[in-house]
Structures are given as C-alpha cells and as structure tokens.
C-alpha cells in the first residue's frame, strides 16, 4: 500500500471512528458498515454517492458569464485539503471519496453555474501552486481572506472564519487572551492564517517579557488530534467547525475559546479563491449570492452543522487578515 493510499486510509479511519462514538447511528440494513451518523443533532453521510447533497438549477445568466474556456470545457477544476476533519474535507467509506462542507460549496457553484465539479486534493500549499500553474481553477477549502493573499488572488466569501482552542478534557487552564498562550505548546497548521495569528502574538508576549509560546507542526490533523489526547501539546489552534465536531463526537478534548481568525482585526471570512484577473471570481460570487438569497446555501451549511458561520451576503475580496509586520 502506497503512503499516499495508507494516509488516505488513516485519515478515513479517524473520521469515522469519530462519527462512530456517537449515538444514533444508522445502518445500511444489510449489515454492512453505517453510512450515516448523528452528531449534535445533524445527521452526516457519509457514502461516497451523496444522495442528500444540496442542489441548484443552472442560471443562465451568471454562467454566461462563466471564462469561454471552462464553459467549453463543462468541469469546474477545484483543489481542497483532506483528513480526518469532518465537516470541512474528509473521505466518505469508500476510502476514497472526498466528502464534506467544502466539496458541497463547490458544487452549489458549479450547478449554478452550470458545470461539474472537478475535485482534486493535495495539502494546504500545494492548493496555491496548483492554482498558481493554472491546474486548477479554483480552491475551496476553508481559506481565509489575507491581505497578502490578495495580492495574488481573488475571493469570494462564504463562511464567517472561526477558529478555536481545543485543549484536553482535563486540562485546567483557561484562556483568557493572548497572554494566556505564553509557554505553551500548541499545534498549528504550517501556512495557516492561524499560524499566522499565534506568530503575532507571540512576538507580542515576548516584547512583553513573557515566555515564548512554543508552536508544533504535523502532517496530519489525525497527528494533532493524537498528540493532544496524549498532552505532547497544551492545545490546537484550528478551524472552528472542525473543533467543535471533534470535541462533540470524540468526547476527550474540549474547546476553550474561540475568536475569529484575524483576531480582534476584524471578522475574517472563509472564500473561495481564484488567480487574479482570471476573470472567474465574478460569476461565482453572483453564484454564491443567488444561493443565499435563493435558500440552497443555507441548507448546505445546515446540512453540515454550519449554520451558525452562514453570511448575510458574498463579497468579493473584502478586507482580509492584516499583513504581517
């Protein structure tokens, strides 16, 4: 088994594990592997056909507006990350399948849009390079607005971007504000606006005097969820949604604070990006505005237990997480 197939495997592995440990489960009826699971009152499936998936009817006049190019070539090409992370992006029970929030939003796009979706994984930097060389059109993927992302990119916003610290479920410290985090251990993904947050603020604690926070990095988030169970760090640092499902499903952690991801910048939002002035942003915000107005967005976010991160409206490269320095 290839290393790619075996963390593909892992990563499945882990997400169902979580879904299984809650009650009201649903079997197939013929005594083969679940398919469905409840957590906090949303029940998830988790079968690689997707039959619940939201839908939307083409419209004529946002895909008209859609680059010759991809019209004519009928798929819309998009990148995501995959693990152990439901609801975001994981693998359905095929082992194979990328299911969750993320793909649904693509697809809400694309139907309207008038296309297919083309969904292709690779880790959180290569999304970039791959929209970089052109491979791909689009990622949608949990990514925050930057300012120094939208030097290259284009966005179009459809979640409010949360994120939480998820500390053991016998841990006894609290987190008050950043100040809280000086000489602890806490994992964060590499290229992350959260990375990007807790950097600041410990250059911040260390101007003040305080312990340097020590930050760790994994290659999975199956990786941080293990290390934490095991207290090698004090907390993560990562998407809320994400948290708030482990925290519910697993029962071993719990989340102690939770604050938008460009801190007390502003409120950062989760978009779908695009090269620059490749012309394609334009109809998919429209795409994205006609579902929330027209009710198909807010199903997929309930759907996925999200309905709390829903925006009132799509923008297109809003003020984003602060540069750094």
Same mark, same amino acid.
């Given at each position: 088994?290839?290393?790619?197939?075996?963390?593909?495997?892992?990563?499945?592995?882990?997400?169902?594990?979580?879904?299984?440990?809650?009650?009201?489960?649903?079997?197939?009826?013929?005594?083969?592997?679940?398919?469905?699971?409840?957590?906090?009152?949303?029940?998830?499936?988790?079968?690689?056909?997707?039959?619940?998936?939201?839908?939307?009817?083409?419209?004529?006049?946002?895909?008209?507006?859609?680059?010759?190019?991809?019209?004519?070539? @009928?798929?819309?090409?998009?990148?995501?990350?995959?693990?152990?992370?439901?609801?975001?992006?994981?693998?359905?029970?095929?082992?194979?399948?990328?299911?969750?929030?993320?793909?649904?939003?693509?697809? +809400?796009?694309?139907?309207?849009?008038?296309?297919?979706?083309?969904?292709?994984?690779?880790?959180?930097?290569?999304?970039?390079?791959?929209?970089?060389?052109?491979?791909?059109?689009?990622?949608?993927?949990?990514?925050?607005?930057?300012?120094?992302?939208?030097?290259?990119?284009?966005?179009?916003?459809?979640?409010?971007?949360?994120?939480?610290?998820?500390?053991?479920?016998?841990?006894?410290?609290?987190?008050?504000?950043?100040? *809280?985090?000086?000489?602890?251990?806490?994992?964060?993904?590499? @290229?992350?606006?959260?990375?990007?947050?807790?950097?600041?603020?410990?250059?911040?604690?260390?101007?003040?005097?305080?312990?340097?926070?020590?930050?760790?990095?994994?290659?999975?988030? /199956?990786?941080?969820? +293990?290390?934490?169970? *095991?207290?090698?760090?004090?907390?993560?640092?990562?998407?809320?949604?994400?948290?708030?499902?482990?925290?519910?499903?697993?029962?071993?952690?719990?989340?102690?604070?939770?604050?938008?991801?460009?801190?007390?910048?502003?409120?950062?939002?989760?978009?779908?990006?695009?090269?620059?002035? /490749?012309?394609?942003?334009?109809?998919?915000?429209?795409?994205?505005?006609?579902?929330?107005?027209?009710?198909?967005?807010?199903?997929?976010?309930?759907?996925?237990?999200?309905?709390?991160?829903?925006?009132?409206?799509?923008?297109?490269?809003?003020?984003?997480?602060?540069?750094?320095?």
């Amino acid at each position: 088994m290839s290393l790619a197939r075996r963390r593909r495997r892992t990563g499945a592995l882990i997400a169902l594990t979580v879904l299984s440990l809650l009650t009201g489960a649903c079997g197939k009826g013929d005594g083969g592997a679940s398919e469905t699971r409840a957590v906090n009152g949303t029940t998830y499936d988790l079968s690689p056909e997707q039959s619940t998936r939201i839908h939307a009817d083409k419209v004529d006049s946002i895909a008209a507006q859609v680059p010759a190019a991809i019209r004519q070539r @009928g798929t819309l090409i998009v990148s995501g990350s995959v693990g152990a992370t439901p609801p975001l992006g994981f693998y359905a029970t095929d082992d194979r399948t990328v299911i969750g929030s993320e793909v649904d939003i693509a697809w +809400l796009v694309a139907d309207i849009l008038g296309l297919k979706v083309d969904h292709r994984t690779a880790d959180f930097a290569q999304n970039f390079v791959k929209v970089d060389s052109g491979e791909v059109d689009a990622i949608v993927s949990n990514i925050t607005v930057t300012e120094e992302r939208k030097e290259k990119y284009d966005f179009a916003t459809y979640r409010l971007d949360n994120v939480a610290l998820e500390v053991p479920k016998d841990s006894d410290w609290t987190y008050t504000d950043r100040k *809280s985090l000086a000489g602890k251990r806490i994992g964060v993904t590499s @290229g992350t606006n959260q990375e990007q947050l807790l950097v600041k603020w410990n250059d911040q604690n260390v101007a003040d005097g305080l312990p340097k926070l020590d930050l760790a990095y994994y290659q999975q988030n /199956n990786d941080y969820y +293990l290390a934490l169970a *095991s207290h090698r760090i004090d907390g993560y640092v990562g998407p809320n949604p994400s948290a708030q499902y482990h925290v519910a499903a697993v029962g071993q952690s719990k989340v102690i604070a939770t604050w938008s991801g460009a801190g007390d910048a502003l409120q950062a939002e989760i978009a779908v990006l695009t090269k620059k002035d /490749n012309g394609l942003i334009g109809p998919v915000q429209q795409a994205l505005q006609y579902a929330i107005e027209h009710g198909a967005y807010q199903k997929v976010l309930d759907h996925w237990g999200l309905g709390g991160e829903a925006v009132k409206q799509s923008r297109i490269d809003p003020p984003g997480l602060p540069k750094r320095g």
